[in-house]
C-alpha cells in the first residue's frame, strides 16, 4: 500500500508540475499572439496524454465559430514545447546558419534535408505556426491569405520571442522557401517580406 500511495504521490504532484508549466506557456504565448492578432487573444497548448492519442498531422488550429471571429487557438504539444525553449534560450544557435544562405540560388529538393535547415526547421515552422494561426486570429479564414501575412510577421515573432532581427529575417525567408513543400491551400503567388521585422499591418 505505502508503495502504491508513494506512486500516486508522484504522479499528482508531476501532473501538477506539468499543468502549471503549460499554463505559464500559455500566458506567454497569448501575450505575443494578441500582438499579432492586434487584440486579446488565448493560446490552449495541447496535453501530455492528448498528444498520445493524437494521430493527426496538424501543428495548430483555429475553429471559426458562426457569426464571430475566434477567441483562441490550439497548438500541438510539440510545438509548444519548441516555443517554451525558445523563449528560455539565451541563445538560438541553430538559426545562425539560415543568415548566411543565399536564399535566391537555394533549392527545395537539395536544401530541404541540408544539415543546417535540418537543425532549424523545428523551430522555424513552431513559430510560423504560431504566427499563421495568430492571423487566423484577426479573422483570416483564407489558409493562403493568413501563411502570406504569418511569413511577413516571421521576423518581428523570432525577435519577440528572443532571437535576433537577423535571425528572424532569416527564417523569414527560410520558411517562405519552403512554401514548394505545403499542402496547395496554404500556397499563394506572391508575398513580398518586409526588409525589417514587423507585424503586417491590419
Known amino acids: 500500500m505505502r508503495v502504491a500511495a508513494v506512486v500516486i504521490v508522484v504522479l499528482v504532484a508531476a501532473w501538477g508540475w506539468t499543468t502549471c508549466s503549460r499554463h505559464r506557456t500559455e500566458q506567454r504565448l497569448a501575450t505575443v499572439a494578441s500582438e499579432l492578432a492586434g487584440r ?16 493527426g498531422q496538424r501543428s495548430g488550429e483555429v475553429d471559426f465559430p458562426p457569426g464571430r471571429p475566434p477567441d483562441h487557438m490550439f497548438l ?53 505556426t504560431l504566427a499563421h494561426e495568430s492571423m487566423h486570429l484577426r479573422g483570416i479564414q483564407s489558409e493562403s491569405a493568413a501563411q502570406c501575412l504569418a511569413i511577413q510577421a516571421d521576423a518581428w515573432t523570432v525577435a519577440r520571442l528572443g532571437g535576433t532581427p537577423d535571425q528572424g529575417l532569416a527564417v523569414a525567408r527560410f520558411v517562405l522557401a519552403l ?4 499542402p496547395p ?16 499591418p491590419s
Not at 512554401?179 to 505545403?182: C, T, Y
Not at 491551400?185 to 503586417?200: D, G, V
Request: with cysteine; glycine share 8%.
Open 76 to 128: 500541438v504539444r510539440g510545438v509548444c514545447g519548441r516555443l517554451k525553449s525558445f523563449f528560455d534560450s539565451r541563445s538560438h544557435h541553430d538559426l545562425d546558419c539560415l543568415t548566411s544562405i543565399d536564399w535566391d540560388h537555394w533549392s527545395f529538393d537539395d536544401g530541404f534535408d541540408a544539415p543546417c535547415e535540418r537543425n532549424a526547421r523545428g523551430d522555424a515552422e513552431a513559430v510560423n
Open 185 to 200: 491551400e496554404y500556397q499563394f503567388s506572391s508575398c513580398p517580406l518586409p526588409t525589417t521585422p514587423s507585424i503586417p
Open 179 to 182: 512554401q514548394p513543400g505545403v
Open 40 to 55: 486579446k487573444v488565448g493560446v490552449k497548448c495541447q496535453g501530455f496524454w492528448a498528444s498520445m492519442v493524437d494521430i
